[in-house]
C-alpha cells in the first residue's frame, strides 16, 4: 500500500497548486489534501497518514470550535495561526478544550510545517511542539519542494528546524 | 482608517502625529514606494506572459481565461488521448528492445501512466490543481521519450506520444498562463487601491463636490473592464441616463464603487454553460438618498460575518472567499464603508441562497450560490 499523506493548506488552489504535479507523477504516495482544520480533523479521525505537512495560517472551517478559536484570535489567518492550535491537538498537548482526543497513531517526527512565516517568528512554538521538520515557503523553490519534504519526513530526516 | 500623518490631529480619536510610533510613520512613507515595486513586477510579469500567450498561439489582447468546465473537458481529453498513445506504444514495441531503450525503473513507471491520466479526475478531485499536475506528468513523459535514442525503437510510436505529451502541456500551460495573468490583473487592482486607500490619508483635503452618480460608476467599471474581460464577466448597466448626484470626493468614491465591483466580478460563479456570468449594478433615487446596488450570483457571504459585521473588519476575508484560490487583502470592504460613512451614507451589504428553500442548518447550505448585494446609499445632492 502506498504511504498515505494529508497535506493541510489553503492556497492549494491557486499559488501553490503546482507542488501537485510530481507528487502524482511519482506515483508513490496515496494524496491528501484538506483545507481548513475543520476538513483536516475529519481526515485524521477517519483515516490514519504516514506523513502529516501542515501550513500554519489555516481558515477554520465549519467546526464552531475552530471558528471560535479563529475569533478568539482576531479572524486573520496570520494572527490566528490555527495550523499551531491544530498540531497541538494533533500530539496531544491540547486536548481538553476542544472535547476531542486526537488519534493515538500521530507521531510529532511525522509532522512537517510548511509555512510562509520564518523560523524567528514561529520556530520556537514549533519546537514546543516537538515537530522536526519546518520549511519556509518562498519564491526560489522548485515544484518538488513538497515532494522533498514528504520524502524527507517518510525517511526521518529531521531537519535542523532553522528556516529551510 | 488609513494613517493621517501630516495633520496635527485625526480628526476621527485624539492622537495626534507625534504620538504615532515612528515606525508607523516610516511604514508610512515607504509603503507607497514598495507598493509601486510591486505593482511594476506584476506588470513587468504581464508583459512577459503575454508573450508566452502569444507563443501558444493567441492574441494576448483578446485571449480571456476559458470556464473553468471547459477548460477541464479539453484537458481531460488530452491527457485521454497520451494515455491511449502510451498504451498502443507498449503494445506495438518490443520489450526487449525498450529495455536497451531506457533503464527498466523509467519504464515501469511509464508503464503506471496511462492508468494515472485516466483516473486523474477521481485522483485529484479538485481542478484547479488537475492543469499543474497534467502539466508536470505531460512534461516528465515527454522527456523521458526525448532520450530514447534514435533507432531503438520504431520511430512512429515513439513521435506519436511525444505529440500528444507535448499538446497536452502546451494545452495545461496555456491555460496556466491565462489564470496567473488574471491573478496579475487582480492582484494589480488591488495594489493600486490598497495604494490609494493607504495615501487618501495623507493626500489634502479637497473641498467636497457635486459629483453625478453616472460618472461614479462608469468610472469603476471602466478600471474594471479588464479584469472583467479576463474574467468573462458580464457587466450590465442600464440607467445610463441617471442624472442623480452626491457631494463628495470624487476619487475616494470612485474607488469605493471600484472596491466593490471588484468583489462582485472575483466573487462570481458562472450561472449556466449558455451564457457568461455578470453582475448587475442598479442606481436608483429613494428618499433623498441615492441607492447603488452591486449584485452578483457566486460565493456566499456567511450570515454571521454579516450580523457581526466582521467582514467590514480590516484584513478579514470571508470564510467563502479563498473559493477556487480566488486572492485579496481583506481592505476593499473596510474601506468602501469607511467612504460612505464618510459621505454620510451607509453600506449594505446582504447575502442569501439564490434558490428557494435552503435552510442555514443544511450542512451543504454554503455550497450553492448565492446572490449578494453590496449596497451604498448616499445622500442625494441638487
Sequence with gaps: MKPRILWVEDSARSELSSLVGPIYFSGKYDFNLAEDVTRAVRFVE??????????????????????????????????????????????????????????????????????????????????????????????????????????????GHNGAGNGT | MPPRAPREQNSSSSVTTAEIDPRAQELLTDIGRVLHANTNLLIMTEHSLNGVVELLGDNAKTATLPDPDDADEQLYALALRLAAAMEHFFQTTDPERRAEALPAAEWELMNEQPARLREIRDAIPIPEMRAPTLRVTAHEIAARYHNIAPGQLAREPVRHVLTEAEALERAAVRLDVLKTLNAIIQMEYTLRSLREYISSGVRQDTPPKRVLVRELVERAIRQLSEYARNSRVEIRWREHDFEDAVLGDERELVRAFSNVLHNAIKYSWRRDRAQAPWVRIVTRAENSHVLVEFENWGVPIERDEIETGQIFHFGYRGRRATDRGRLGTGIGLTDAKRVAEAHGGVLRVDSHPSLGGMRPDDPDYYEHPFLTTVTFELPLTD
Design chain 1, 46 to 155: 477517519t483515516k490514519q497518514f504516514e506523513v502529516m505537512v501542515i501550513d500554519l495560517r489555516l481558515p477554520p472551517g465549519s467546526d464552531d470550535y475552530w471558528v471560535n478559536l479563529y475569533k478568539q484570535n482576531g479572524s486573520n489567518r496570520a494572527q490566528a495561526h490555527l495550523g499551531l492550535n491544530f498540531i497541538s491537538w494533533l500530539v496531544g498537548i491540547d486536548n481538553k478544550a476542544y472535547g476531542r482526543v486526537a488519534p493515538a497513531w500521530v507521531e510529532p517526527e511525522r509532522i512537517g510545517v510548511f509555512t510562509v512565516e520564518s523560523w524567528s517568528e514561529v520556530g520556537e512554538q514549533i519546537q514546543n511542539l516537538r515537530v522536526k521538520k519546518y520549511v519556509q515557503k518562498t519564491a526560489g523553490h522548485s515544484d518538488t519542494i513538497l515532494l522533498e519534504l514528504i520524502e524527507e519526513l517518510l525517511n
